[in-house]
């Protein structure tokens, strides 16, 4: 089958890699433009456009899909179909027309739950037991196309959104190929795509670095998602006087945070700080493992507190 893939960070690279394998053409990739990276700012390729280019597949990164001569230049490809994985912008209707057999979404989700930009955070966000990933044809609404297929699995208690994301997007790779198979004819176990039930849709809005910002007035539980589901971008990050902190590896402590004279202490405030960095919550208090100053590398909270030196009772954020 001839192929145009959209796709632009890693979660999109195990489906392109899964259409060659299964001898699928890729005629053309549609990545998003380089970035400046860093501190020097060098302008770098989204890991799908650079695999591609690695491999000698033609790419193309236009900075919008709206202009003419884009929508020109994908419907010269006359591919048989639309492939979209994290690709990171909206496909007009006169773009998903193109294709003799209509565009394809691999999304991180379990739809209609988790329609948007950020279905494997707002899963972990939410303490979801379960999430999986969806094969959608896609419409001109926000993950509202029907779907052909779904693969399901547990979220573990302590995975981040780096590890689930890496297992669905190899999930997603295969189910791919198999919904592939059943447009070709060559397989009989999918059925016409079904429409989704919208009153059981939940939204995921795209994820800011100010999302990341540390609430100490949070429950430890919630915070320890938050860590779960900001690993790696944007990073959990706080403030200790006018540094800024990114923190990962939290987990809850099950101790009394109340003070010596018996009242709650405060949120944000430093319980222990020798081994381990203990900070107080709204409710509860959580454990901080790895703690990095920008700029400098990161530190497990035995060094950080070597270093340091911070002193019970001060307070963070």
Same mark, same amino acid.
């Given at each position: 089958m001839q %192929?145009? &893939? &959209? +796709?632009?960070?890693? #979660?999109a690279l195990p489906s392109l890699e899964a259409l060659l394998a299964a001898r699928h053409r890729v005629l053309l990739v549609v990545s998003q433009p380089g970035k400046p990276v860093g501190r020097k700012g060098d302008v770098t390729d989204p890991p799908v456009a650079a695999r591609s280019k690695s491999l000698g597949i033609h790419v193309f990164q236009p900075p919008t899909l709206k202009d003419d001569a884009v929508?020109?230049?994908?419907?010269?490809?006359r591919a048989d179909v639309f492939v979209v994985v994290a690709y990171g912008k909206i496909l007009a209707q006169r773009v998903l027309d193109l294709p003799r057999?209509?565009? !394809?979404? %691999?999304?991180?989700?379990?739809?209609?739950?988790?329609? +948007?930009?950020?279905?494997?955070?707002?899963?972990? !966000?939410a303490g979801d037991a379960v999430s999986g990933v969806s094969i959608m044809?896609?419409?001109a609404g926000m993950d509202t196309g029907p779907v052909y297929a779904t693969r399901e699995t547990q979220i573990g208690e302590e995975e981040s959104a780096e590890e689930l994301g890496a297992r669905l997007a190899a999930m997603g790779a295969d189910a791919l190929v198999e919904t592939l198979n059943f447009l070709e004819g060559?397989?009989?176990i999918f059925s016409p795509p079904?429409?989704?039930?919208?009153? !059981?849709?939940?939204?995921?809005?795209?994820?800011?670095?100010?999302?990341?910002? %540390?609430?100490?007035?949070?429950?430890? #539980?919630e915070l320890v998602r938050?860590?779960?589901a900001?690993?790696?971008?944007?990073?959990? #990050?706080? &403030?200790?006087?006018?540094?800024?902190?990114?923190?990962? +590896?939290?987990?809850?402590?099950?101790?009394?945070?109340?003070?010596?004279?018996?009242s709650r202490e405060s949120p944000g405030v430093l319980l222990e700080a020798g081994p381990r960095l203990v900070i107080a919550c709204g409710e509860g208090a959580v454990s901080i493992a790895t703690l990095q100053a920008e700029g400098k590398k990161p530190l497990t909270a035995a060094e950080f507190a070597r270093g340091e030196r911070p002193s019970p009772g001060e307070r963070w954020g």
């Open positions: %192929v145009v &893939f &959209f +796709g632009s960070p890693s #979660f929508v020109t230049r994908l419907a010269e490809t057999l209509g565009c !394809l979404n %691999v999304h991180g989700s379990l739809l209609p739950r988790w329609r +948007g930009a950020s279905p494997v955070q707002a899963a972990i !966000l044809k896609m419409d060559e397989s009989q079904l429409p989704q039930n919208s009153s !059981l849709a939940t939204i995921c809005p795209k994820i800011s670095r100010e999302d990341a910002r %540390v609430d100490w007035t949070r429950p430890a #539980f938050r860590s779960r900001y690993t790696p971008w944007p990073g959990l #990050f706080t &403030f200790r006087r006018k540094t800024r902190l990114k923190l990962s +590896g939290l987990s809850p402590v099950a101790r009394d945070v109340s003070g010596a004279s018996g």
